[in-house]
């Protein structure tokens, strides 16, 4: 059974860093496009960053691009997303997912990922 962990969410101030992780089991995890995504009330699910199975080839949405770090440790099974200079608009619900393509295809459609998890909440206050 497939399961997606996340963890280190909360609550920051403006400029503020917080690191989320996503512990991965009951799947091939070094094998695999890893991908993190977010969600805010009343707005659709967007692609935020992914990485490619090996960690070689990251992308990143243009709002983040700069700010926010994928990485991922495949000893681990767990996957990483460093963000900093948080604003408000990055306040959301974010997941991680597994098994789509790393690229703009990530943003155009999330759906390509699979195995969401509960999700871990960020909140950013001005």
């Known amino acids: 059974q497939v399961q997606l962990v996340e963890s280190g969410g909360g609550s920051v101030q403006s400029g503020g860093s917080l690191r989320l992780s996503c512990k991965a089991s009951g799947l091939r995890f070094g094998d695999l496009n890893m991908g993190w995504f977010r969600q805010a009330p009343g707005k659709q699910r967007e692609g935020v960053a992914c990485?490619?199975?090996?960690?070689?080839?990251?992308y990143y949405a243009a709002p983040v691009k700069g700010r926010f770090t994928i990485s991922r440790d495949n000893a681990k099974n767990t996957l990483y997303l460093q963000m900093n200079s948080l604003e408000p608009e990055d306040t959301a619900m974010y997941y991680c997912?597994?098994?789509?393509?790393?690229?703009?295809?990530?943003?155009?459609?999330?759906?390509?990922?699979?195995?969401w998890g509960q999700g871990t909440q960020v909140t950013v206050s001005s």
């Open positions: 990485i490619s199975w090996s960690g070689d080839t990251t």
């Open positions: 997912a597994y098994g789509g393509p790393c690229g703009l295809a990530m943003v155009l459609n999330p759906s390509g990922y699979r195995g």
